[in-house]
Structures are given as structure tokens and as C-alpha cells.
T-cell receptor, first 115, second 112 residues
Framework: DVKVTQSSRYLVKRTGEKVFLECVQD?????MFWYRQDPGLGLRLIYF???????EKGDIPEGYSVSREKKERFSLILESASTNQTSMYLC??????????????FGPGTRLTVL | GQNIDQPTEMTATEGAIVQINCTYQ??????LFWYQQHAGEAPTFLSY????GLEEKGRFSSFLSRSKGYSYLLLKELQMKDSASYLC?????????????FGTGTQLKVEL
């Protein structure tokens, strides 16, 4: 059974703290993604990676960075958390492009609150 | 860029049929997905269309017209458990990988 796991379901941090969100997939997928989901705005892509040590900016990368040192792990970093980064963060992975193989598998999400 | 539109909310009756529409504008179209998301849970894959026409999978069907930039998800024999948000997403090539852009989702409420 395919699986994407995220390090925390709920996280509370203070403004200015450095925050790490971890995502691990066990499907040997090349592509990994970080999204945030907010009411009325839907899922928005923050960063994605199509290979180890490769990363590309998504639609809203400001205030975030990522790290992909190993194929199975993709980390999202908030260098200095701010209240407008309070959101649900979803990690996803997919295999290389090819028909229905484009399907993305999602982790359970991390609900981050920044006070 | 990419733009995706779908209705915000829909209500339907148990046992009925409902059609959720999605229109999109994109460059480098490489397929369209429908995902289902229950409250507090991650999205799960429902269907994928890359060629024009209807794809049927049990109670769910998805249709695509690339020339019109239009898709719909058809749910038959509605059940209460179908109450969820339905996300339309378009995939396009960006950089070295595939990138999915999501609509804001259609919240479907199934009533008795």
C-alpha cells in the first residue's frame, strides 16, 4: 500500500521560530511536492522537486525553503515563521510523467498554527 | 499561467446524479485530474483524463473536452459518504517535472 507520511499532524509555533516540516514517501517516486491549503484559496504549490538535490519554486515560495537530500524525504522549512503562514500543509509525491502515473499521492497533512 | 474555475458549493439528494463542472485555461496541457477530499483528510485520486471523452469508473465518470477547456465529474447513485470537496486539477510541464494546479474545490453536500 502506497504511503506518504508527514512528521506531525498538528504543530504550534511562535512568530520568528524556524520550523521544519518533514515528508517521507515509500514508493520510490521521483517527484515530491509541498502545498498549502487555505479556505477559499484551494491547494497552492509552494515548492516541488523532481530529483534528489533538485528543487523548483511553485506559485508561492516566498518565506519558504526546501531540502531534498534523499529520494524518499522532502523537507519544508520556514526560516522565520509568521502568522500568515498558519495553514494546512500537504506533501505529495508522484512517479515520472506518463499517463495515469501523473497521479499524486498525498500525505495526511500538517496543520500549522503560528502564534 | 493557469486558471481553473469550478462552483463553490452544490447540494444533491441521496440516490440522485450530480455533475460538477470545471473549466480551465492553461498552456502546455498534459492532463486533468479529479480528487476527492473529505473534511480534515488528504485529497484522494478519483480520475485522470488526457484525451477527449468520457472515462467511467464505477459510480464516478469524468469527461474532458480539450478544445473547450472543460471537464465534468459525474457522480451517480449518490451516497451520504459522497459529501466532500471535489478538486479539479490540471497538470502541465514545468521545469524538469510535472506540476499540478488545483481549483478551489466544489463542496458537495448530499442530503436525505
Amino acid at each position: 500500500d502506497v504511503k506518504v507520511t508527514q512528521s506531525s499532524r498538528y504543530l504550534v509555533k511562535r512568530t520568528g521560530e524556524k520550523v521544519f516540516l518533514e515528508c517521507v514517501q515509500d514508493m520510490d517516486h521521483e517527484n515530491m511536492f509541498w502545498y498549502r491549503q487555505d479556505p477559499g484559496l484551494g491547494l497552492r504549490l509552494i515548492y516541488f522537486s523532481y530529483d534528489v538535490k533538485m528543487k523548483e519554486k511553485g506559485d508561492i515560495p516566498e518565506g519558504y525553503s526546501v531540502s531534498r537530500e534523499k529520494k524518499e524525504r522532502f523537507s519544508l522549512i520556514l526560516e522565520s515563521a509568521s502568522t500568515n503562514q498558519t495553514s494546512m500543509y500537504l506533501c505529495a509525491s508522484s512517479s515520472i510523467p506518463g499517463g495515469a502515473g501523473n497521479e499524486q499521492f498525498f500525505g495526511p497533512g500538517t496543520r500549522l498554527t503560528v502564534l | 499561467g493557469q486558471n481553473i474555475d469550478q462552483p463553490t458549493e452544490m447540494t444533491a439528494t441521496e440516490g440522485a446524479i450530480v455533475q460538477i463542472n470545471c473549466t480551465y485555461q492553461t498552456s502546455g496541457f498534459n492532463g486533468l485530474f479529479w480528487y476527492q477530499q473529505h473534511a480534515g483528510e488528504a485529497p484522494t485520486f478519483l480520475s485522470y483524463n488526457v484525451l477527449d471523452g468520457l472515462e467511467e469508473k464505477g459510480r464516478f465518470s469524468s469527461f474532458l473536452s480539450r478544445s473547450k477547456g472543460y471537464s465534468y465529474l459525474l457522480l451517480k447513485e449518490l451516497q451520504m459518504k459522497d459529501s466532500a470537496s471535489y478538486l479539479c486539477a490540471v497538470i502541465g510541464r514545468r521545469g524538469g517535472g510535472n506540476k499540478l494546479t488545483f481549483g478551489t474545490g466544489t463542496q458537495l453536500k448530499v442530503e436525505l
